[in-house]
């Protein structure tokens, strides 16, 4: 008997967290995925009522309360014009467990899973933990998801492929003509697309489009939360939507993993998705002047940056050494390599920070660069 299990050994803690370790406490940290922003007040005050009135100390359903579901369901037609069943939604512990639930339902050993190089790193842990192997698909210059490449990488033993947009690492957002391609390719090969559509709202140009809009088949499953989009990474409230044969396979996972989502939560994120939603524009138009300001400063110092039209993210190609000369610098910026091998070469800045803190961490990276 071994004493620990092959799929775990495949894995390793994230490289972003080696990066936070080094940095010290009072380092600019541009290495944070998460917005700077507070939870909106009625989204905390519904969880606080709820815990009050003693409506959150139980399990609630395995799927999420019905209520939740329902505000859910009407999100997809509101923003997606998808007609969602909330009987075919499951409120997960954030998009990560919405990730796991589909990966380990749809992914036998064996099966290969496509996955965007540089991509969310969670897609090639929970891949190898489903026991199928990730096969990294390079981004296209432009960082966006190239569909014929994914096209081209997809045999008969894929499982599925994975798209994010907009993306992490890359705040690439993929054309309408690149999510009906996405589709089409689900349709047409009989795989799964598995959809993490986490920064739905923060898109500055272009508009979010997803391939469930498009798919004539049930080939796609699509992963969101609440993390990003009302600033609620803390709370863990994400969620998965696909056909109920799909959703009644990841539910098994689910409720022997978690039995449901933590109860106070779902409370909150029902109001943060049936509340004013001009918290969302306002977090989005903010992120969109950082981006400006974060872009054109690393134009400005001469480095090579593809225009990111949504999440909160940047990705500058940089020279050998930037990285570490920022960190010893105080400025904590994570390698690109962290997110597959066709990151090497480029950095993540995460722009969720005050213009403040990003001018100055603007000003050691330029001191940074010119002592390379
Ligand atoms: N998907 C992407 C692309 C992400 O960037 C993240 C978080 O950084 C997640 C999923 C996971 O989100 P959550 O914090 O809700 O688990």
């Known amino acids: 008997m071994t004493e620990f299990a092959d799929r775990v050994e495949r894995i390793s803690i994230s490289g972003i967290r080696e990066v936070f370790e080094a940095a010290g406490e009072d380092a600019i940290n541009l290495g944070l995925g998460q917005p700077d922003f507070p939870t909106p007040d009625h989204a905390r005050t519904a969880a606080v009522d709820a815990v009050e009135a003693g409506k959150a100390d139980g399990y609630t359903g395995n ?56 991509g969310f ?36 033993d894929t499982a599925a492929f994975v798209v994010n947009s907009p993306g992490n690492p890359t705040g690439a957002v993929s054309s309408p003509a690149d999510v009906r391609e996405f589709a089409r390719i689900a349709d047409e090969h009989d795989v799964l697309c598995l959809s993490d559509e986490m920064y739905e709202h923060f898109v500055f ?18 992963v969101n939360g ?63 002047r950082r981006r400006d300001l974060v872009l054109d400063g690393l134009t400005d110092m001469g480095l090579s940056v593809p225009t990111p039209n949504g999440a909160f993210y940047v990705m500058p190609e940089v020279p050998d050494g930037f990285v570490e000369g920022c960190l010893d610098a105080g400025v904590v910026v994570v390698p690109g390599d962290a997110f597959g091998d066709a990151g090497e070469g480029y950095a993540r800045l995460s722009y969720a920070n005050d213009e403040e803190s990003l001018r100055e961490a603007l000003d050691v990276m330029r001191d940074v660069l010119a002592s390379l």
Not at 87 to 115: K, N, Q
């Open 205 to 222: 140009e272009g508009e979010h489009r997803s391939p469930m809009e498009f798919a004539e088949s049930d080939n796609v499953v699509v």
């Open 121 to 156: 790193v969670s897609y090639d842990a929970l891949t190898k933990l489903a026991g199928g192997t990730p096969v990294p698909v390079p981004v296209r210059d432009d960082l966006t998801i190239d569909p014929a490449a994914v096209e081209e990488a997809i045999t008969d």
């Open 226 to 288: 609440c993390s990003k989009t009302y600033s609620m990474t803390g709370w863990r409230l994400g969620w998965v939507t696909a056909s109920t044969r799909r959703i009644e396979r990841m539910l098994r996972v689910h409720q022997y993993a978690q039995a449901c989502a933590a109860a106070p939560s779902q409370y909150a994120g029902e109001a943060a998705l049936t509340g004013p939603q001009d918290v969302v524009a306002e977090m989005r138009d903010t992120f969109e």
């Open 63 to 118: 799927k999420g309360i019905q209520s939740l579901r329902e505000a859910i369901a009407a999100k997809h037609e509101r923003d997606n014009g998808l007609d969602i069943d909330p009987g075919d939604v499951v409120a997960t512990a954030g998009g990560s467990e919405a990730l796991h639930v589909a990966l380990e339902a749809h992914v036998e050993p064996g099966d290969e899973v496509v996955i965007p190089d540089p």
